[in-house]
């Protein structure tokens, strides 16, 4: 639940007035770069504080419960590199576990399983540099599922992927029982949310079905694009 939101960044304000109650399975926020949407990805994240308002899972502050809020939230950052902290796969796989207060044999243990379950055992002692983009995006999936959140909060999780990799990641985030909570800028890549919420800066432009919102978000674009779209963020 996040109730009258607002966010400054530097003095300027980056949101306003967001009040939205996150309760469908699959979720998009539509917005172009700038509108505020990767700052409210983060904030239900924890890893930022409103300026103003607030922000509740499952009752409790992202930002304050950083411990207790692991086993509700994880995060998936549009660039891998942004996300992995270490130089092979079983110590990057295993960090959240020992976060949640695993031993780091039982994590090694479970990471080793979920490797050998999805057919990637040779994974193991890899360095994560030598991945390619689409596998070290999988990696990163791999460590936030291991934790076992209940949302997943995904940040632009196609870009720089390759189509049959945006396939392959497609799949796999369809079938997972998590709440998903997708932002972007493609409308594609929320057409089958059962919600979309259009931002414009920072503010909610639309909010409703995908289908609904996507169109009018597209038409906008398409105007946009036919004038000097710059001028607006000018002055």
């Given at each position: 639940?996040?109730?009258?939101?607002?966010?400054?960044?530097?003095?300027?304000?980056?949101?306003?007035?967001?009040?939205?109650?996150?309760v469908?399975?699959?979720?998009?926020?539509?917005?172009?770069?700038?509108?505020?949407?990767s700052?409210?990805?983060?904030?239900?994240?924890?890893?930022?504080?409103?300026?103003?308002?607030?922000?509740?899972?499952?009752?409790?502050?992202?930002a304050?419960?950083?411990?207790?809020?692991?086993?509700?939230?994880?995060?998936?950052?549009?660039n891998?590199?942004?996300?992995?902290?270490?130089?092979?796969?079983?110590?990057?796989?295993?960090f959240?576990?020992?976060?949640?207060?695993?031993?780091?044999?039982?994590?090694?243990?479970?990471?080793?399983a979920?490797?050998?379950?999805?057919?990637?055992a040779?994974?193991?002692?890899?360095?994560?540099?030598?991945?390619?983009?689409?596998?070290?995006?999988?990696?990163?999936?791999?460590?936030?599922?291991?934790?076992?959140?209940?949302?997943?909060?995904?940040?632009?999780?196609?870009?720089?992927?390759?189509?049959?990799t945006?396939?392959?990641?497609?799949?796999?985030?369809?079938?997972?029982?998590?709440?998903?909570?997708?932002?972007?800028?493609?409308?594609?890549?929320?057409?089958?949310?059962?919600?979309?919420?259009?931002?414009?800066?920072?503010?909610?432009?639309a909010?409703?079905?995908?289908?609904?919102v996507?169109?009018?978000?597209?038409?906008?674009?398409?105007?946009?694009?036919?004038?000097?779209?710059?001028?607006?963020?000018?002055?």
């Amino acid at each position: 639940m996040l109730q009258d939101l607002g966010v400054e960044l530097g003095g300027k304000p980056v949101l306003s007035g967001l009040t939205l109650h996150l309760v469908e399975r699959r979720i998009g926020i539509l917005g172009r770069n700038g509108s505020g949407k990767s700052t409210l990805l983060r904030l239900m994240a924890g890893l930022i504080a409103p300026t103003q308002g607030s922000v509740r899972l499952g009752g409790l502050d992202p930002a304050q419960d950083r411990k207790a809020i692991l086993a509700k939230i994880g995060i998936l950052f549009q660039n891998p590199d942004h996300q992995i902290l270490f130089p092979t796969v079983i110590e990057e796989l295993s960090f959240g576990l020992i976060q949640l207060g695993q031993t780091r044999a039982e994590a090694e243990a479970r990471v080793r399983a979920v490797l050998r379950a999805e057919g990637r055992a040779h994974w193991e002692g890899a360095p994560t540099h030598c991945l390619s983009q689409g596998q070290r995006q999988l990696l990163c999936l791999m460590a936030v599922l291991l934790m076992a959140p209940e949302t997943l909060l995904l940040d632009e999780p196609f870009a720089g992927l390759d189509l049959p990799t945006q396939a392959r990641l497609t799949r796999r985030l369809d079938a997972l029982p998590q709440r998903l909570i997708t932002i972007s800028h493609d409308p594609l890549a929320v057409a089958q949310c059962q919600r979309v919420i259009w931002l414009e800066a920072g503010q909610i432009r639309a909010d409703g079905p995908a289908q609904e919102v996507s169109a009018a978000f597209s038409a906008e674009m398409a105007r946009l694009g036919a004038v000097d779209a710059d001028t607006d963020l000018l002055g």
